[in-house]
Every structure is written in structure tokens, then in C-alpha cells.
């Protein structure tokens, strides 16, 4: 089983629709992150948290919100869905940066291809 | 706030040594990483340059000057596999320490 598991791994919606990607982790990292892909450019930051009780707005969460319901599991919502939201989202999670270098790299899931129609 | 710079393609041929550069502006950071992503793939975690100097992980190594702002990935030996998109990261400081991402470079090796 994948570190970092998304789904749905494609979708389409409809305009307006609310739609929910989810994201569970087995790394047992306390940070994950929703990133943002669109076609040639890098990856733009959602939402973060670095545990449960922690939700943190990244450069382009308007139209966005988010949910960590446990540890392991973080929920990105867009509640009315917009062309423009049309993308490859990405779930991450990373350590905390003790214990070694590779504790700092982010642990990516397969992304979720969304196209809003 | 954060701003890295990566050429945006870069050619070689199968066997040849390449490097990409990255420059950036920032305020304060931790460190500098690197990640690689195939067509339509999830990025994957190279290597992380905390301090100034060289980090060797077999056919890619990676550098760091934090007085030039700059740092760089070298490839050598390239495989044709290694055709995909690069892209550096800066850890910041502030924030926890979360990460901000340059727009990558696509990297093609020719036969």
C-alpha cells in the first residue's frame, strides 16, 4: 500500500458542485499539506496543518477549506466548483525535520486529476 | 516571503552531466530540497541541502551556497529516464517550516 493514499484519482464535476478529495497517510507524520498543480507551472500551496487541532491557509485557498479528521487523514472541499479550479491536486505529508535529513523531504500521494466542466 | 527561480527547460544527451541551477530570495530559510516528477507522476524527494557544500546520493548530487543564494542539482550519467521535471524547494523558517516551491525545470535527455 501507498505512504500517502488520494482519492478519487480522477474526477469531473459539474460548476457548482461540492466535491471532496481525501487523503490518508501511513507515515504516521503529524504535517500534511494540499498542494495545487496546473499544467507547466509548480505546485501551489492550499491548506496545511501540522496536527489535528492546527488548520493554516496556504497562498490560493480561497474557494477551498479543509478538514483533518485524525492524523492520518485530511480532507480538501471545494464547495462550489469553478473551471478554473480545473487541476492536479496533491496531498503531502512531512516529519518534523529531527531525526535526519530524509525526515525533512515531503512524502507526495498519486495526485487527483480534477476537471470542473 | 520566498521566490525561486529555475530555468524552465534544460536538453542534454543520454550519458552527458547536467546541472540545474536554482536562485533564490528569501528571508530565511532551513534548507534547500530537490524533487523530481514525472509527466502526470507524484513528486518524489531527492535530497536536502541544509548546509553549504555538496550532498552526493549516487548519480545525483546536490549544492548549496546560502552567500550566493543559489544551489544546484547535477545529474551524471544521465539515463533517458531521467527525463521528467525538477523542482526545488526552499524550507522556511517561519511558518513551522513548511515548504514554498519553484515553478520546476523539465529536464529531456536525448538518445
Redesign the interface.
Known sequence: DADVTQTPRNRITKTGKRIMLECSQTKGHD?M?W?RQDPG?????IY?S?DVKDI?KGEISDGYSVSRQAQAKFSLSLESAIPNQTA?Y?CAT?G??TGG??N????????T?LTVV | GQSLEQPSEVTAVEGAIVQINCTYQTSGFYGLSWYQQHDGGAPTFLSYNALDGLEETGRFSSFLSRSDSYGYLLLQELQMKDSASYFCAVRELTNAGKSTFGDGTTLTVKP
Open positions: 504535517r499539506y498542494y507551472l509548480g505546485l501551489r500551496l496545511y501540522f493554516n492536479l496533491f512531512s518534523t525535520g535529513t530524509t525533512y523531504g515531503y512524502t507526495f500521494g498519486s495526485g486529476r
